[in-house]
């Protein structure tokens, strides 16, 4: 998937997009990508000239090791992010490792930059369940489960003892969310008792709300 898009589209046109950089413009940009001192502008160029020309297996490694200077300086308060005042379990920090991890799916699986973002999914997802950050838990054990970091019925069973420890009052729709998704975990785990015993309690939260 591309994850660039026109920022604006309209009657008359639309803004850039990254096939309007191929070729020579792209050849230019990689030149001189040490130039960039801003990490997330230099993982995007770099991520930019690898969706152009994938031969370029360079621009691929620079842009993750990029997007992961980006997630270590959101993280110590260098790099600050728009959405989160808990900087490191906010939605850019979540967004670079979906793309870091999205690269090194196609990449290698075991390349080290691969290896430390599936490192890094795995903590913040289990610190998102210690405290129990209930958006950031949904958002990053879907993501472990749609790149198949962790065992998926470990991510479902830490859904299950979040969810099981929300107040009564908690909103259903996050509740049947959480439940969906250790159902979904369970599923991928084979654990196909579990996984129905989930489903019923999600279906049980629509019933409440209804």
Sequence with gaps: MDPFG???VGPRGRSAIADDFRGEPSAILLTNLSRFKHSVLRARIADLCWILDRKRSEA?????SAYLEAFEQIENGTLKSRFSD??????????????????????GW???STKIARTLLV????????????SEIRELSEL????GVSDPADVAADIEATVQKLSSSTDFHQRNWLWKLAAKG?????????AEHAWIEAAECLVALA
Aim: hydrophobic fraction near 40%.
């Design 6 to 8: 026109p920022m604006m």
């Design 86 to 107: 808990d900087e490191a379990l906010g939605h850019d920090s979540i967004e670079i490792l979906w793309r870091t991890l999205q690269i090194g799916r196609q990449i």
């Design 123 to 134: 903590n913040h997802r289990l610190r998102a369940v210690k405290e129990g950050a209930i």
């Design 186 to 194: 369970y599923h991928y785990g084979k654990q196909s008792d579990v």
């Design 110 to 112: 075991d390349k080290e």
């Design 60 to 64: 691929a490694v620079a842009a993750m």
């Design 144 to 147: 472990d489960l749609n790149f």
